[in-house]
């Protein structure tokens, strides 16, 4: 003997609440997974040694620096003449001027931003960068908080790394000649 409703109107209300639950309890998971994965791992601006306000900043970075140090904005490739910079002497944060790279670490890698296979001592912070749909590796400046670009693992010998950089995010000073 069938069971009863079993293919009557009841059993279709059913059927239809399942999938509807198994649809919204999915797309509901599948949207907090993607907001778990996109989550930005900032770091709190009391952690850093400088820290000024958003005015300040604006005051203090010209033109497209304070969006690419502050915003994590990204200049346009091949746009920044450190870029091009062959002389010996250190890049410094734009923001709070503390030393980042050597000359003798910079490389030409042929994707139109500074870069870099190793920075100094202490000088960069790194945290996970979730955004335009992929996973990267952000580069901060240590001192102030500032995003300078991010690395990535296909640079040359001896670290393999590559710290693609911002140009607008640094200054760059030249070596003093020593006596001669």
């Not at 990204?74 to 003449?81: D, I, L, Q």
């Not at 100094?120 to 670009?149: F, I, P, Q």
Request: aromatic content about 10%.
């Amino acid at each position: 003997m069938p069971e009863p409703y079993a293919n009557g109107p009841k059993s279709a209300a059913i059927e239809t609440m399942t999938r509807r639950a198994w649809l919204v309890g999915g797309s509901s998971a599948a949207f907090l997974a993607g907001l778990w994965w996109m989550q930005d791992e900032t770091v709190s601006a009391a952690t850093f040694e400088v820290v000024k306000s958003d005015d300040e900043w604006r005051r203090l970075l010209k033109g497209q620096a304070y969006n690419v140090l502050r915003h994590h904005g990204t200049e346009r490739p091949y746009s920044s003449p450190l870029n091009l910079e062959k002389r010996a002497g250190t890049f410094h944060c734009a923001g709070c001027d503390l030393l980042l790279f050597s000359s003798e670490t910079k490389y030409e890698s042929g994707t139109g931003w500074p870069s870099f296979y190793r920075p100094l001592a202490n000088a960069v912070g790194t945290k996970t960068d979730r955004s335009l749909l992929m996973t990267r590796t952000e580069v901060h400046c240590r001192r102030c908080g500032g995003h300078l670009g991010h690395v990535f693992e296909d640079g040359p010998k001896p670290t393999g790394l590559r710290y693609c950089m911002n140009g607008v995010a640094m200054t760059f000073v030249p070596h003093k000649p020593g006596p001669a």
